[in-house]
């Protein structure tokens, strides 16, 4: 079976994940919530007291100022335009028009979340929450990466690009493409392979189309920050014009995901000719 298969950044809102948000959401269906799972819950400030009290402690004892000191860690985080409490994968197999059963993709979640704790010791996962109550399942991965052996500041801190570098990766995008392989690996015991979008163009490299994507999804990477520091409308200009530009936003992330499905297609084929 071949379907669709997507990891992006997700909004990391917990309330929507563990479902207990005020306001229901109209693309919930609430008869289905009793096949959600749960396969990580941890509460963030106890995990944040277990990553950085130590390196606090010893980052308050050098200060000889009481002002410099940090008294609680997760509010500093929280506080901060520069870093956040925890971050998100969304990890999708199907979409709306083609899946396969819950069932199968349950277990294929449940394994990607197992692979990714192993293969990001510096990653520390707080959540992970499958949804099968919206029109496609899909899993929600939280966790909070952190860096080690830091000269400036504490020496263990939260920190997603350094944890990434640290762990032997030369960037965010390479670091992503490691997890597409384990899900597509995973997928793959299962009999589900990725599912290629177009295949007029055979001819070209994989890795020809791997530097577009790459080169998409900086772009994409860019404006995603721009949207996370933003308000939940578009910021105007003196002139009126909006400085983030969502119609560009959403161009490149469907260029991305026919970029990926081009990838994919060219991988398969090329694996049925060796």
């Known amino acids: 079976m071949r379907l669709s298969m997507s990891i992006t950044k997700g909004k990391g809102n917990q309330k929507h994940n563990t479902r207990t ?5 109209k693309n919930v269906d609430f008869s289905r919530t009793k096949d959600n799972l749960v396969l990580a819950d941890e509460n963030i400030r106890d995990v944040y007291h277990q990553l950085f009290d130590s390196a606090l402690e010893k980052y308050n004892a050098k200060q000889k100022r009481n002002d410099r000191k940090i008294k609680d860690y997760y509010s500093k985080i929280a506080n901060s335009k520069q870093e956040k409490l925890f971050h998100e994968l969304v990890v999708q197999i199907g979409n709306i028009d083609k899946q396969t059963d819950h069932e199968t993709t349950d277990e294929i979640y449940r394994e ?7 293969n990001n010791p510096q990653m520390k996962v707080i959540g992970a929450y499958v949804h099968n109550d919206e029109a496609t399942p899909h899993l929600h991965l939280d966790y909070v990466p952190y860096s080690k052996n830091n000269k400036r500041g504490l020496e263990t801190k939260v920190s997603n690009d350094r944890a990434i570098k640290q762990m032997g990766y030369h960037s965010w995008l390479e670091w992503k493409d490691r997890q597409f392989e ?4 995973i997928a793959m015991s299962y009999d589900i392979e990725r599912e290629g979008m177009n295949n007029t163009e055979r001819h070209r490299t994989v890795e020809g189309y791997k530097q577009e994507q790459r080169a998409i999804e900086d772009k994409l990477n860019n404006l995603s920050k ?3 520091t933003s308000s939940r409308e578009p910021k105007k200009s003196l002139l009126g014009k909006e400085t983030i530009d969502y119609s560009i936003y959403r161009v490149l992330e469907q260029e991305n995901t026919l970029q990926k499905a081009q990838i994919s297609n060219l991988s398969a084929v090329s694996r049925k000719q060796e």
């Open 112 to 118: 990607f979340v197992e692979e990714f704790q192993r």
């Open 226 to 228: 721009e949207l996370e």
């Open 21 to 25: 948000q005020t306001t229901k959401p």
């Open 182 to 185: 384990i899900l597509e690996r």
